[in-house]
């Protein structure tokens, strides 16, 4: 289907483990973004991409990282959860920098226990 | 840095106009965006503005003076399904990260 998806849509895990959240959008935009959204805190940049091959951080960078080897996959891991990790996780992508909207996938609810 | 203010939570009735404000402190300025969030869903694009003045699309306006740092989204014959969180971004200048306010929860009631 044509849009923006994530997966998956829930998961919980233990404190230490790697996660992975995968990222997909089928319109070749150039710009994709992860963001974290907690109360009190609204929606926070984790990291973003310009291009394939081409990423840079965000404000809340730490523990995480990022790849993108092709334009459509931007895929968010967590190298050793943490319960602050905790949180609902929005991936985002962009025609262009700037002026352009971003469409937002559905999200990932993350639980860290 | 950047900073954004937005009120909370608000609340109106159904067929009335609401305005949900949004001030801005930046280094610099590079348009500014409103987003819809409706309770366990993603946010969806509402407008952008990048020079002063009213943009108008529908039942919807937004509003930016960039001297006073301030926007606001006006929401006319609001409707239940307009209850959600209302999203104030802007752009760091020289950079592609975009800067969200905390959101404004609005509750239309009958």
């Known amino acids: 289907d044509a849009g923006i998806t994530q997966s998956p849509r829930y998961k919980i895990t233990e404190t230490g483990r790697q996660v992975t959240l995968m990222c997909h959008q089928t319109?070749?935009?150039?710009?994709m973004f992860w963001y974290r959204q907690d109360l009190g805190h609204g929606l926070r940049l984790i990291y973003y991409?310009?291009?394939?091959?081409?990423?840079d951080k965000g404000e809340v960078p730490d523990g995480y990282v990022v790849s993108r080897s092709k334009t459509e996959n931007f895929p968010l891991t967590l190298e050793s959860a943490t319960r602050s990790q905790t949180s609902v996780y929005f991936c985002?992508?962009?025609?262009?920098?700037?002026?352009?909207?971003?469409?937002f996938g559905p999200g990932t609810r993350l639980t860290v226990t | 840095g950047q900073n954004i203010d937005q009120p909370t939570e608000m609340t109106a009735t159904e067929g009335a106009i609401v305005q949900i404000n949004c001030t801005y402190q930046?280094?610099?300025?590079?348009?500014l965006f409103w987003y819809q969030q409706h309770a366990g869903e993603a946010p969806t694009f509402l407008s952008y503005?990048?020079?002063?003045g009213l943009e108008e699309k529908g039942r919807f306006s937004s509003f930016l003076s960039r001297s006073k740092g301030y926007s606001y989204l006006l929401l006319k014959e609001l409707q239940m399904k307009d209850s959600a969180s209302y999203l104030c971004?802007?752009?760091?200048?020289?950079?592609?990260?975009?800067?969200f306010g905390t959101g404004t929860r609005l509750k239309v009631l009958a």
């Open positions: 991409s310009a291009a394939a091959d081409i990423t």
């Open positions: 503005n990048v020079l002063d």
């Open positions: 985002a992508s962009s025609e262009s920098g700037g002026a352009y909207e971003q469409y």
């Open positions: 319109w070749s935009h150039s710009y």
């Open positions: 971004a802007v752009r760091d200048p020289g950079t592609y990260k975009y800067i």
């Open positions: 930046t280094s610099g300025f590079n348009g």
